[in-house]
């Protein structure tokens, strides 16, 4: 992050010296045409591993890791934070290399650059003369940072001192898995397919979609610029991208995991890294 700081004169996009900003969900945008006139081939999406008893439940696999793919090209339904949230990488960091700001607009076929020493100097990391207009399932997410247009999703701003999250359990099922340095990235809370899921703190949902391969219908709620959570294995959605939810609101219901287990897998982020839930969360 020094060397990101340092780098060009560019200016971080979320001061964690507490310059009071708002932040916007991010946009997706369709391309026609190829940035640059060079076409970047996909790589290997994240997976995650889950089940019960000796199958571990990750959100990312622990193949990719930093020292994994440089780039990952961007398909219909990514946000900045699904990215880095599938690349155990920290949302700010990734928004610095690739020369991004709030709203943190990214388009369908852009090259992401994954590499943290490898910083976009001189503004956006991708031409968007010739992309196209933004995908449907993401107009909730179109609002603009600073904007004060009528239809936009307003922001919690960031300031030196940030306001402590509350957390509470996401689901009052039995902890069936807990987690594990490097097998399992969070929690698998049992449970009954349509059970309730609740938002586990204040935030905005930064995603919700299926684009993480093995995480079924996953949220991810980004709670401050350190703390995202994610509920994944849902059998039904309820809040979209850009929407404000706040602690203990239904935000899904329980589904089932890759084994036809109905179960809630639960994570959450601290600038990146997974960190165990039941340590922040109230006791039982």
């Known amino acids: 992050m020094l060397l990101a700081s340092c780098g060009g004169g560019y ?4 001061s964690e010296l507490g310059e009071q900003q708002v932040i916007s969900a991010p946009e997706v945008f369709s391309s026609n045409s190829e940035a640059g006139g060079t076409q970047s081939q996909p790589i290997q999406r994240g997976s995650i591993s889950s089940g019960v008893g000796g199958t571990g439940s990750n959100l990312s696999s622990s193949n990719i890791n930093r020292a994994g793919p440089a780039s990952h090209l961007v398909r219909p339904g990514d946000t900045l934070f699904s990215i880095a949230f599938q690349y155990d990488l920290d949302f ?3 928004a610095i290399v690739n ?5 943190y607009t990214i388009f369908v076929d852009q090259e992401i650059n994954l590499d943290l020493n490898n910083i976009v100097r001189g503004g956006s990391a991708v031409s968007t003369a010739n992309l196209g207009t933004a995908v449907g399932n993401n107009s909730v997410a179109r609002s603009r940072a600073g904007g004060g247009t009528s239809g936009s999703v307003l922001r919690q701003p960031v300031t030196s001192t940030p306001r402590a ?3 509470q359990w996401p689901h009052q099922g039995r902890l069936v898995r807990g987690f594990q340095s490097g097998v399992s990235k969070g929690l698998d809370i049992s449970g009954n397919v349509g059970d309730a899921v609740l938002a586990a703190g204040d935030g905005d949902v930064v995603y919700s979609g299926r684009g993480i391969q093995g995480s079924g219908d996953l949220i991810i709620i980004r709670h401050s610029d350190r703390y995202l959570s994610a509920y994944a294995h849902n059998s039904r959605m309820l809040v979209n991208e850009g929407s404000r939810v706040r602690a203990g ?3 899904a219901e329980v589904g089932e995991n890759s084994s036809g287990v109905a179960m809630l897998h639960f994570e959450i982020r601290e600038a990146g890294d997974s ?3 039941s340590r922040l969360l109230p006791s039982k």
């Not at 200016?11 to 979320?14: C, D, G, L, S, T």
């Not at 020369?99 to 709203?103: F, K």
């Open 249 to 251: 609101e239904k935000i």
């Open 165 to 167: 999250i509350s957390w």
């Open 99 to 103: 020369g991004l700001n709030p709203p």
């Open 92 to 94: 700010r960091s990734l």
């Open 11 to 14: 200016q971080a996009p979320i």
């Open 275 to 277: 960190v165990d839930p």
